[in-house]
């Protein structure tokens, strides 16, 4: 059973920082790749960034240049570093994974319980 935890969500203001961590456990043959997504109130779930197995990255325009996403393949952990963050940053965090579990098999798409970023004065 594979299982995604996330953590380093919380309160902070304008022009702060976060840096949010997901760690995917159980039985998988390989990570394709993971990523950030966010769902604010009243609006739909969006990317946020994400990387590949293969280290590439995409972020969302409107958190290029504040938000960095990295990984830790021996770890099976993905972060991402949210510094100057706005208000407008103001959502539930969901780490995805898409992964097989096991090698030559379909590749499934596994979500977070998410993790609650505030921003606020």
């Known amino acids: 059973q594979v299982q995604l935890v996330e953590s380093g969500g919380g309160s902070v203001q304008p022009g702060g920082s976060l840096r949010l961590s997901c760690a995917a456990s159980g039985s998988m043959f390989s990570i394709n790749a993971m990523g950030w997504y966010r769902q604010a109130p009243g609006k739909e779930r969006e990317l946020v960034a994400l990387i590949t197995s293969g280290r590439s990255t995409n972020y969302a325009d409107s958190v290029k240049g504040r938000f960095t996403i990295s990984d830790d393949n021996a770890k099976n952990t993905v972060y991402l570093q949210m510094n100057s963050l706005k208000p407008e940053d103001t959502a539930v965090y969901y780490c995805?994974?898409?992964?097989?579990?096991?090698?030559?098999?379909?590749?499934?798409?596994?979500w977070g319980k998410g993790t609650l970023v505030t921003v606020s004065s």
């Open positions: 995805n994974a898409l992964l097989q579990i096991v090698r030559g098999g379909l590749i499934f798409n596994y």
